[in-house]
């Protein structure tokens, strides 16, 4: 961030003088820390400052009015709220569904044909290997 004077610090000042009011303030002493570690804090935390800081009688007025700024200045971050997605089951198709059911009228317990028309019934994709092999068995076994 480029600063035009480097050695004028408002939140710095601010978090000293909100220390020096509530000495025993935990957020404020947590805030200054982190600000001496990260050099910056976050909106909320500005917010939260701001707060604190406006109760405070010795701070100039013009550094809460610059604090104020600052925040106005940072972008809002918001999440999005969820999206509700409603997964369509995939569209059955009528010619397998006869097959598979003619094949099992006339041989009911063919293990392949039984096990393709169970990951049909339960919507599982049916592969394309999967979809030749009932028409070759329909094919075969019924005409």
């Known amino acids: 961030m480029h600063r035009i004077k480097p050695n004028l610090d408002i939140i710095l000042d601010i978090l000293k003088g909100s220390l020096a009011a ?3 303030s935990k957020f404020v002493e947590s805030l200054l820390y ?3 570690e990260r050099g910056s804090l976050s909106k909320k935390q500005l917010e939260g400052l701001m707060s604190k800081a406006s109760n ?3 701070l100039a007025p013009g550094k809460l009015a610059t604090l104020e700024a600052i925040i106005l200045k940072m972008p809002n971050r918001e ?4 999206t509700l997605t409603i ?3 995939p569209e059955k198709q009528d010619p397998l569904q006869s097959q598979l059911t003619e094949i099992l009228a006339k041989y009911p317990q063919h293990k392949r044909v039984l096990f393709i028309k169970l990951k049909y ?3 599982e994709p049916v592969s394309p290997l999967e979809k030749s092999e009932v028409e070759r068995f ?3 076994l019924i005409k």
């Open 22 to 24: 509530y000495p025993t």
């Open 34 to 36: 982190q600000y001496q």
């Open 56 to 58: 405070v009688r010795s």
């Open 79 to 82: 999440k999005a709220p969820a």
């Open 87 to 89: 997964v369509k089951p």
């Open 121 to 123: 019934d339960n919507n």
């Open 138 to 140: 329909h094919k075969l």
